[in-house]
């Protein structure tokens, strides 16, 4: 974690990155314009106009809207703040902060936008009253190990808590509160391609555990692949209701991760199909992604398909 400085007055110096990020601070001349303000280690501002709100897509805004929601919002950022990295030329902020373009269109959106480098000393400072918090995923490690519980403690009821998954490009995926180490898990989403991860996910954590799923018929309950008391209250979290779930968007979410063609082979009754892979995934409470081998056989004829789903040894 980068060396800060902590003055008594770490709350106004705050409390003024917010004005200048909503265009009224006395550090240049208020003109109501938004900013990204970067707040380095050494209390110095660095500031980076929001993008014209009139400038930025539908798509973009939309995509904002979808996780931030349709209220302006007071998104506080966790990156690597170090000036001379943000002042090297050429592209130094972008590769101290591959989010800034992303950060410049929501503050130009109508967000309130302020970035610190997480240090414990102004770890509830700097997220006091916030609705949003951003962490870059490559800043986690130097996070203090209960950092989860003081944001939560300091942010506005109802925060929100993103990671800005380096690993997968522009990915924001939120994460939430757990009583499991290291206090945080990612958050479930429902349907057939998050529970398809989901499935997989339980299925990786053991060489030889196997699973099937056919068209038309319930998909398997997790909790029956599984006796480990610390996946079955991971699998107690799950939003799903399985009997909703649709047997065959999930084969197909599975052949999608393993590049196999959407309509998979011309099979004929009896013909079974087999394919190697290794799945991504990402465990809960781990920001990195690991790799897992899977066996699956295809089998079936038009749209009643079965596909056997095992874990192979490494």
């Given at each position: ?13 705050f ?8 265009g009224r601070?006395?550090?240049n ?5 938004p ?8 209390l110095?501002?660095?500031q980076?106009p ?9 798509s ?10 349709p ?6 950022f ?9 002042m090297e030329?050429?592209?130094g ?5 591959p ?6 269109i ?13 240090n414990?000393?102004r770890?509830?400072?700097?997220l ?16 203090q190990?209960d ?7 300091v942010?506005?009821?109802?925060a ?9 490009q ?5 994460v ?12 479930i ?6 529970y398809?991860?989901c499935l ?6 053991e060489?030889?555990?196997?699973t099937?799923l056919?068209?038309?018929?319930p998909?398997?309950?997790?909790r029956?692949?599984t006796t ?6 991971w699998?107690s979290?799950?939003p ?6 649709d ?10 991760m393993?590049r196999v063609?959407d ?12 394919y ?12 990195g992604?690991s790799f ?6 295809l ?16």
């Amino acid at each position: 974690m980068l060396e800060v400085e902590a003055p008594d007055d770490l709350s106004a110096k705050f409390a003024l990155a917010r004005e200048t990020a909503a265009g009224r601070g006395s550090v240049n001349p208020p003109d109501g314009k938004p900013r990204v303000v970067i707040i380095t280690p050494g209390l110095a501002f660095v500031q980076y106009p929001g993008v014209p709100e009139d400038i930025i897509t539908p798509s973009a805004l939309a995509g904002l809207k979808s996780w931030l929601g349709p209220e302006n919002r007071t998104v506080t950022f966790i990156g690597f703040t170090f000036l001379p990295g943000l002042m090297e030329k050429p592209g130094g902020a972008e590769k101290c902060i591959p989010y800034l373009r992303q950060l410049m269109i929501t503050s130009g959106a109508g967000h309130n936008v302020v970035v610190f480098e997480g240090n414990p000393s102004r770890f509830e400072t700097g997220l006091r009253d916030s609705d949003v918090l951003l962490i870059d995923s490559g800043m986690l490690p130097f996070l203090q190990p209960d950092w989860m519980s003081v944001a939560l403690r300091v942010m506005r009821p109802g925060a929100r808590v993103f990671f800005c998954v380096r690993e997968k490009q522009n990915n924001v995926v939120e994460v939430i509160s757990s009583p499991q180490s290291p206090g945080w898990r990612w958050k479930i989403v429902d349907g057939e391609p998050s529970y398809a991860h989901c499935l997989l996910t339980i299925l990786g954590r053991e060489a030889g555990r196997s699973t099937t799923l056919s068209s038309g018929k319930p998909v398997p309950d997790p909790r029956t692949l599984t006796t480990d008391p610390v996946e079955l209250e991971w699998i107690s979290t799950f939003p799903f209701q399985y009997d909703r779930l649709d047997a065959s968007a999930v084969i197909a979410a599975i052949l999608k991760m393993a590049r196999v063609p959407d309509d998979g082979p011309r099979l004929i009754p009896g013909l079974k199909s087999h394919y190697s892979f290794d799945a991504r995934l990402t465990e809960q409470g781990e920001s990195g992604s690991s790799f897992c081998p899977f066996r699956l056989t295809l089998s079936g004829f038009g749209s009643k398909r079965h596909l056997e789903v095992t874990r192979e040894e490494f």
